[in-house]
């Protein structure tokens, strides 16, 4: 069966399904985050707490966290249970493109159009370190499912793999004609 939901004001940037398959996140334009229970209702429980569009929204494997970046530089974290914000990471110049939970959920890895790559303790709050874009901008990051790795997308049409626990570079593949 389609359903169709209804709510945001503005474009959706960003879609994820929590790892049961049994809510849907959307992530607007219109500054919003929405929590979306698949039923012939489409209600939706609406999560504010940025003040600029907000490009990508994603659950944590164990489904009770959610991520959202923005362009008002933060990447912020929720409570999926409770629907509620816990805490924000500042310190990207520009706006946040991407983030994403490590695969045990300890780490959090965002990209921004200030040209860096930054990793957050999840725990702490703390960036622990900042990789750093000659040329384009971080389009899009993941970890690799080991977690010792991330992928960076760049808008110079590369992709990079990085080893985090040595912040090393260990691929640099420069095939596409257009940004990643």
Same mark, same amino acid.
Do not use: M
């Given at each position: !069966?389609?359903?169709? /939901?209804?709510?945001?004001k503005d474009a959706i940037l960003? &879609?994820?399904? @929590?790892?049961?398959?049994?809510?849907?996140?959307?992530?607007s334009r219109d500054k919003t985050?929405?929590?979306?229970?698949?039923?012939?209702?489409?209600?939706?429980?609406?999560? +504010?707490?940025?003040?600029?569009?907000?490009?990508?929204?994603? /659950? %944590?494997?164990? $489904?009770? @966290? *959610? *991520?959202? %970046?923005?362009?008002?530089?933060?990447?912020?974290?929720? =409570?999926?249970?409770?629907?509620?914000?816990? /805490?924000?990471? #500042? $310190?990207?110049?520009?706006?946040?493109? #991407?983030?994403?939970?490590?695969?045990? $959920?300890?780490?959090?890895? @965002?990209?921004?159009?200030? +040209?860096?790559? +930054?990793?957050?303790?999840?725990?702490?709050?703390?960036?622990?370190?900042? /990789?750093?874009?000659?040329?384009?901008?971080?389009?899009?990051?993941?970890?690799?499912?080991?977690?010792?790795?991330?992928? &960076?997308? =760049?808008?110079?049409?590369?992709? +990079?793999?990085?080893?985090? !626990?040595?912040?090393? *570079? *260990?691929?640099?593949?420069?095939?596409? @004609?257009?940004?990643?």
């Open positions: !069966r389609a359903y169709r /939901f209804v709510g945001h960003s &879609v994820d399904f @929590s790892p049961s398959g049994h809510l849907v996140a959307s992530a985050v929405r929590l979306w229970i698949p039923s012939v209702k489409g209600e939706s429980t609406v999560f +504010k707490a940025h003040t600029g569009s907000v490009r990508h929204v994603e /659950f %944590a494997s164990d $489904g009770q @966290s *959610l *991520l959202t %970046a923005s362009d008002d530089k933060t990447v912020k974290v929720w =409570t999926v249970h409770r629907q509620r914000f816990q /805490f924000s990471l #500042s $310190g990207h110049n520009n706006w946040v493109r #991407s983030a994403r939970f490590s695969p045990d $959920g300890r780490l959090i890895v @965002s990209c921004s159009d200030d +040209k860096t790559v +930054k990793l957050w303790d999840r725990i702490t709050k703390e960036c622990i370190h900042t /990789f750093h874009e000659q040329s384009g901008y971080a389009n899009t990051v993941a970890f690799h499912c080991d977690g010792n790795c991330i992928g &960076v997308g =760049t808008t110079d049409n590369v992709v +990079k793999i990085w080893d985090i !626990r040595v912040h090393r *570079l *260990l691929q640099h593949y420069q095939e596409h @004609s257009g940004a990643v």
